[in-house]
């Protein structure tokens, strides 16, 4: 990544939650700056640019859902992760929807957070297009050849389950919204059971355990995220 302290910024209005996030996220070396409310965090990013911004939708004022709007419609393209309750299934898919980069549902562990912070770090840092061939696991895709193996072996695809792999593959450990892959494979948006039906189809090919996936995995209500797998 890079050799400085990364520096997180905390929207939440929540004391408790911002103590664990600030001793959590300090102990693993990341420099942490914290905003109580929307107009704190507006003000303080007249000053810092943080490298990822932690934001809660249920802030006072001006809610998460429209500090985002405001920020990604400025342009601004810092990572943002969303802290969520986890009936908040319609919040999330419009913050997704609205360019939030990946979301942890409240009460979250510091281990789950701090490896969703890496993922979207990594995918700002790197800034790297697509890679020739794509590894997690067992699984290998050659994005310039279309071929797909799995421990070693050619497994065919349907042109739509290569399309839904494809973009899997080129968001890598990040969610996508059911519409996002639907705009993007039907340039519609098409009935989520399509979409559905194909991924079901795609994991029978591609995963040892189908009913229990490895690579794709399901955010209810959400969409699917393909996992890189260690």
């Given amino acids: 990544m890079t050799n400085r302290t990364v520096s997180i910024l905390i929207v939440d209005d929540e004391p408790p939650i911002r103590k664990l996030l600030r001793v959590g996220l300090g102990s693993q070396g990341y420099a942490v700056s914290e905003a109580p409310n929307a107009k704190a965090a507006l003000e303080l990013m007249q000053t810092e640019r943080p490298d990822l911004i932690l934001l809660d939708l249920g802030l006072p004022g001006m809610t998460g859902l429209e500090l985002l ?49 890496r993922v979207a770090l990594r995918h700002k840092f790197q800034q790297q297009g697509e890679k ?47 519409q996002f892959l639907m705009k993007q494979i039907w340039n519609d948006s098409t009935d989520v059971q399509y979409l559905r039906v194909y991924v079901r189809q795609l994991r029978q090919k591609i995963e040892k355990t189908p009913d229990q996936p490895r690579y794709i995995i399901t955010e209810t209500g959400v969409g699917y995220r393909l996992r890189e797998v260690e």
């Fill in 69 to 117: 709007g405001k920020w990604r419609g400025e342009g601004l393209d810092i990572p943002v992760v969303i802290l969520s309750s986890r009936t908040d299934e319609a919040g999330i898919v419009a913050a997704l929807e609205l360019g939030a980069d990946d979301y942890v549902t409240k009460p979250f562990g510091m281990n789950e957070l701090v490896a969703r912070i």
């Fill in 132 to 178: 020739p061939v794509f590894h997690t696991g067992d699984l290998s895709v050659d994005l310039v050849k279309r071929i797909v193996k799995v421990e070693g072996k050619e497994v065919k695809l349907s042109p739509k389950e290569y399309d839904i792999l494809r973009m899997l593959v080129q968001y890598a450990g990040k969610v996508l919204t059911h």
